[in-house]
């Protein structure tokens, strides 16, 4: 089976002899290449190599076409399925009122409960450079606030005029599509 085109397909399976399985899944028994594509020439199917680095290879005979299309219905719904993990990021500012900052943690809650990773910064203009701490502990503050659904996957760091700190969500703080729709 080569990564790029799928498995080798009639003509294109060079090796010989090979271990045959029919359509219904039974064992026919190891035969030359030629005999094997006339019996699936015969049944009006595809002679398909499933197992090349087996010795000898194995070979199924099935309808080709159907066997692609069924794997590419899987594929998209195991791709459906998937959630893509995304960085979000909230700003914050060393001089924050409480009720923007429990504003901007609903928000953070809510990103966390969805799975995703929260970058929390907070921007320091012209003298508020002088009290970091201030920043510091608006971000030790949403820590605490935050750690039921939460754990910290990089700790506040100062970068120029911003400090940043990246929390990530525990596994039981994921809300469930189920429980989402019935809410």
Known sequence: MSKDRGPRVNYQIKISPVRIIDEEGEQLGIMEIDEARTIAEERGLDLVE???????????IMDYGRYKYE??????????????????????????DDHDYEYKVAHVR????????????????????MHQEFGAAIL????????????????????????????????????????????
């Not at 809510?110 to 450079?129: A, N, P, Q, S, Y």
């Open 71 to 96: 794997q590419a219905k899987k594929d998209k719904v195991a791709k459906k399925k998937q959630h893509q993990v995304t960085v979000k990021e909230m700003k914050f500012r060393p001089k924050i």
């Open 140 to 183: 030790i503050r949403v820590r605490e606030d935050l750690e039921d659904i939460s754990e910290v996957e990089q700790e506040p760091k100062a970068d120029g005029r911003n400090m940043t700190m990246v929390l990530t969500p525990t596994r039981y703080a994921q809300k469930s599509p189920a429980k989402e729709e019935s809410e």
């Open 110 to 129: 809510e990103f966390l409960e969805k799975g995703d990773k929260v970058k929390l910064t907070i921007m320091f203009r012209g003298r508020e450079m």
């Open 50 to 60: 499933v197992a090349p680095n087996a010795r000898p290879p194995v070979c199924k």
